[in-house]
C-alpha cells in the first residue's frame, strides 16, 4: 500500500492511526455487533460517543462552562446564514472584516438579512495581509463583529485578534481548528466545518456562548436555530454520527499527542520547513506578507506559469497530491494540516529543491 501525501486544502488528510482504528472498528463498534455507521442516533452506544467527544472537545480546546459545543450539518457555509439569523437581532447591524472569499460569501450572506458591512478588506492586494482595524472602525452597535481567523485560499492568519470594544466576536476557524490553542473566551462563537483539520466532511462545530442564544429571528427555519440544536444536544434530527465518532477519534489522537501545545510545536516546525525554505529559493516565493503567514496553508509561486505546470505535474506524479494553488491566487499551495507528517512537509521540500536546481 503506497498513501499519497496530499496538500489538498480539504478535505484533507486525516491521521494514519485514526484511519487505522476506525478500519479495526469498522464492523463491530466495541462489541456492539455493528458499525457506528448503522446504529441508531438514540442508542445508547451513540450517546456514549458523542456525549465523549464532546468532552474532549472541551477538555482539549479548554471551553468555558459557559459555552455550548453544538454537532451541525450544512458545512461552514450554511453557518454563514445561521449567523446573521440568530445573532444579527438587535440593531441588525454587523461588522465584517474582509480577508478573503470565504469572509466575502459570510458577508453576502448576511446582507441579505440586514445591514452588514465591511469594515476592512484585503482585497486591494489579492488578500495577501490581514487588514488593521482598531476598536474605532467597529460600530458599538453592530450586533457582532465577524472575521475568518485563518484564510485557507490566501494563506493569512490573524496573529493578534481584533480589537472590538463591547461588540461580540464570531470566527470561522474552519481551517485552523485545533492547530493551536486559542482563547475561545476572547469570542462570542468560534466555528468551522470538519474536513481540514478534524474529521471528513459532514459535520460542522460551533461553540457558542450560552448568553448569545435564543434571540433567532422568527423566520429562522429550524435547523439553523441554534438554540433548538443546544436545547436537543445536538440530536433535534440524525446527527451525522460516523463524523462525530470520526472526530473523537482525532480528538483523542490530539490528546495522545500531548494536546494544543504540542501541536502548535509541531505545526510551527512544519511550517518553518516550508517558509525558511521559500524565504531562501530563487525559483518559488511565497505570496503572503510574513508577519501574517499561516502555518496551516502555504501558497506560493515561481514567475512563470509553466513552471508551475510542470512543478505540480511532476509532483503529483512523485506522490505530492493536490497542490494546485486557487484559481484566484494561481501557482500553489500546500496545505500542512495537523495529520500532515512532518516527513511530508520535509520530503515535499527535498523535491522542490531538487527541481530548482534541474529547471535552474
Ligand atoms: C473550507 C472552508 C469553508 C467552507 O466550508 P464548507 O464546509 O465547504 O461549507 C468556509 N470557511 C473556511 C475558512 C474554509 O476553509
New binding site residues.
Given amino acids: 500500500m503506497a498513501r499519497v501525501y496530499n496538500f489538498s486544502a ?1 478535505p484533507s488528510m486525516l491521521p494514519e492511526e485514526v484511519l487505522k482504528k476506525a478500519a479495526a472498528e469498522m464492523l463491530d463498534y466495541q462489541g456492539s455487533g455493528q458499525s457506528v455507521m448503522e446504529m441508531s442516533h438514540r442508542s445508547k452506544v451513540f450517546d456514549a460517543i458523542i456525549k465523549d467527544t464532546e468532552k474532549l472537545f472541551r477538555e482539549i480546546m479548554n471551553i468555558p462552562e459557559n459555552y455550548k459545543v453544538l454537532f451541525l450539518q450544512g ?3 450554511t453557518q454563514f446564514a445561521a449567523i446573521p439569523l440568530n445573532f444579527m437581532n438587535g440593531s441588525g447591524k454587523a461588522d465584517y472584516i474582509v480577508t478573503g472569499q ?1 469572509a466575502k460569501k459570510a458577508l453576502a450572506e448576511a446582507k441579505k438579512y440586514g445591514d452588514a458591512r465591511a469594515v476592512a478588506s484585503s482585497a486591494d492586494k489579492t488578500f495577501s495581509y490581514i487588514p488593521k482595524t482598531t476598536a474605532a472602525d467597529f460600530d458599538p452597535e453592530a450586533d457582532y463583529v465577524y472575521i ?1 481567523l ?1 484564510n ?1 485560499i490566501y494563506g493569512t492568519v490573524y496573529h493578534e485578534l481584533p480589537d472590538t470594544g463591547n461588540v461580540p466576536l464570531i470566527a ?1 476557524v ?2 485552523c481548528f485545533l492547530s493551536e490553542p486559542i482563547d475561545v473566551s476572547k469570542f462570542a462563537v468560534v466555528y468551522g ?1 470538519a ?2 483539520n478534524v474529521a471528513p ?1 459532514g459535520v ?1 462545530i460551533c461553540i457558542i456562548r450560552e448568553d448569545m442564544l435564543g434571540n433567532a429571528r422568527d423566520i429562522t427555519p429550524t435547523m439553523l436555530d441554534y438554540k433548538v440544536m443546544a436545547d436537543n444536544d445536538s440530536l433535534y434530527n440524525t446527527p451525522p454520527c460516523w463524523n462525530i465518532y470520526i472526530t473523537k477519534l482525532v480528538l483523542e489522537w490530539i490528546k495522545e499527542l500531548g494536546g494544543l501545545e504540542k501541536m502548535k510545536e509541531r505545526n510551527e516546525k512544519k511550517a518553518k520547513i516550508l517558509y525558511d525554505f521559500l524565504d531562501s529559493s530563487k525559483m518559488f516565493k511565497g505570496t503572503v506578507v510574513a508577519e501574517d503567514r499561516s502555518l496551516m496553508n502555504v501558497p506560493f509561486v515561481t514567475d512563470s506559469e509553466e513552471l508551475n505546470a510542470k512543478f505540480i505535474k511532476e509532483a503529483t506524479d512523485a506522490g505530492f497530491i493536490n497542490l494546485k494553488g486557487h484559481r484566484s491566487v494561481g501557482g500553489m499551495r500546500a496545505s500542512i494540516y495537523n495529520a500532515m507528517p512532518i516527513e511530508g512537509v520535509e520530503k515535499l521540500v527535498a523535491f522542490m529543491a531538487k527541481f530548482e536546481q534541474e529547471n535552474a
Fill in positions: 480539504g458545512g461552514a457555509s470565504w475568518c485563518n485557507t470561522d474552519s481551517s466545518g474536513q481540514k466532511a460542522t
